[in-house]
């Protein structure tokens, strides 16, 4: 139902910003939710962020006040703003779409290839 490419990661020092963005192959207006999460080694795949089609937003505790999810409808794109950067938000960063299932409960999730993040100095 839609093809997830993500793009912006790289290496950057703490402290510094990224923007991460999520190309989507189809219009994101009716996706119920669009959402970045994160995998580093070792660990389970976690929620970073997510924005409804309502655009409501939920964040982790963990980069609330340093992160900002957007998303631009006209360009069928979301985006996840990085700033004050650490250490232990070295990960690959994985966008998803939750799309609602048509006629029944629950949602289908589609991923995005990722994109690593390395912040080092």
């Known amino acids: 139902q839609v093809q997830l490419v993500e793009s912006g990661g790289g290496l950057v020092q703490p402290g510094g910003s990224l923007r991460l963005s999520c190309a989507a192959s189809?219009?994101?207006?009716?996706?119920?939710?669009m959402g970045w999460y994160r995998q580093a080694p070792g660990k389970q795949r976690e929620l970073v962020a997510a924005i409804t089609s309502g655009s409501r937003t939920n964040y982790a505790d963990s980069v609330k006040g340093r992160f900002t999810i957007s998303r631009d409808n006209a360009k069928n794109t979301v985006y996840l703003q990085m700033n004050s950067l650490k250490p232990e938000d070295t990960a690959v960063y994985y966008c998803?779409?939750?799309?609602?299932?048509?006629?029944?409960?629950?949602?289908?999730?589609?991923w995005g290839k990722g994109t690593l993040v390395t912040v080092s100095s």
């Open positions: 998803n779409a939750a799309l609602l299932i048509v006629g029944g409960t629950g949602v289908q999730d589609y």
């Open positions: 189809r219009s994101i207006f009716s996706i119920y939710a």
